[in-house]
């Protein structure tokens, strides 16, 4: 099994940045992709952006050219770094490894 712990959550203005950090437990995390999900309420679980082993990455389209997935594998973390946010963007963020999940970090974005 793996360990996540999401942080980096908060409220924040439209047009404003935040950065998600995700701490990952084992070596494991260096071999493995992960991603970047969120929910909001009353909608199903998406996938904002990817990472793989190698340092390929892939976005949502909500998302492309505002938010940026990186890693830091001797560290095992992992960042999203969300800029030019939008109302839309609030939601739960959730990073997950190998089927495993964090608890979750809030993001709302609000006037």
């Known amino acids: 099994q793996v360990q996540l712990v999401e942080s980096g959550g908060g409220l924040v203005q439209p047009g404003g940045s935040l950065r998600l950090s995700c701490a990952a437990s084992g070596s494991i995390f260096s071999i493995n992709a992960m991603g970047w999900y969120r929910q909001a309420p009353g909608k199903e679980r998406e996938l904002v952006a990817r990472?793989?082993?190698?340092?390929?990455?892939s976005y949502a389209d909500s998302v492309k050219g505002r938010f940026t997935i990186s890693r830091d594998n001797a560290k095992n973390l992992a960042y999203l770094q969300m800029n030019s946010l939008k109302p839309e963007d609030t939601a739960v963020y959730y990073c997950?490894?190998?089927?495993?999940w964090g608890q979750g970090t809030q993001v709302t974005v609000s006037s």
């Open positions: 990472i793989t082993s190698g340092g390929s990455t």
């Open positions: 997950e490894v190998l089927a495993y």
